[in-house]
């Protein structure tokens, strides 16, 4: 008994262990070339907006593969999925990191499929596997994304610069989801059973008649958006101000790691509460905070990136917490995690290039900043219903 006992201790470890390695690979793949925007449309002569669908490309992805994440796990297991999630990360990055525009921008659409499903189905293993843990475990794992992201934000411009270029360091990053893949070779080996059962199916056409998972959606879909428009652009918003290249980098991890420190502090906090619509409301209105000071005060850049980036992060993990709160079982988790995520990676689709423009015409990011404002303080609102007490039927 006691070494079954130590068989499932360990086994346990080893999953948590995967997960967060997994979740280190959902953002910094991604945001990692944020940095290096202007180097890349320098070498292929790419405008803004152009340059822009580097941004838009993943989440365009997001949006059209989140739906079929769910139907994909129940056909070849959560684990299997989770491993094909890293093995087109890995064949993304290769791509992206060649000599040719074309496959820098096939490269990055391959690794938006591997993100996005992983972003819907980490969720789900975790309500299926730690159910009375989710808080806990949701942070955890925002916490190793965001502090990955910033490591590979504040090291890819040096890389860059001191002889890698920018195709090399964004090679570099691929370091992230093969370590995944060899923490997760022993979940193939023991053929842990699929998650969901044939009944997912309806739980996902009820989810999109549900109120409660409107709300949901719209909270994490609408941080999204404004998370993806900073994230995309701040080392321009930066440079525009007089920040040298190097200067942005450094702040753009300071973003990713603020986004990760949430992680420490939110999980802590839910548990004493009796629903989430306070704590919603706050973290959704830090974002409007920082928006509106990287507009008014962009000499103090690096405190309203921290503002921006903690609420932002916070958002997130209340977001994901949700999914698992608000869902009755790991099927509807599954079903409400890629609803919430095809819609608001869709959204999230629009800003960067839409910003893009709206910078070209007006020839600043005051309007870009002021739109971020606007659109905190409706997730703010989001955040007050979908924070209730309550679960889907």
Known sequence: MTNRLSSRGKQSVLLIAGILMIATTLRVTFTGAAPLLDAIRAEYGLTTAQTGMLTTLPLLAFALISPLAAGVARRFGME?????????????????????????????????CGIALGNVLLPGIIKRDFAQHVAKLTGAYSLTMGAAAALGSSVVVPLAQYGAGWHGALLMLMIFP?????????RLRHGAPAALSNTGALHSRRIWRSWLAWQVTLFLGINSLIYYIVIGWLPSILIAHGFSEAQAGSVHGILQLATAVPGLLVPLVLHRLKDQHGIAVVVALLCAVGSLGLWLMPEHATLWTLVFGFGSGATMILGLTFIGLRASTAHQAAALSGMAQSVGYLLAACGPPLMGKIHDASGDWHLPLLACAVLSVVMAVCGAFAGRDREMV
Do not use: D, Q
């Open 80 to 112: 299997r999925s989770l491993f094909a999630a890293m093995v087109l990360i890995c064949l993304g990055i290769a791509l992206r990191s060649l000599p040719s525009a074309l496959l820098l921008f096939t490269g990055t659409a391959i690794i938006g």
């Open 178 to 186: 093969l370590l995944a893949l060899l923490l997760w070779l022993p």
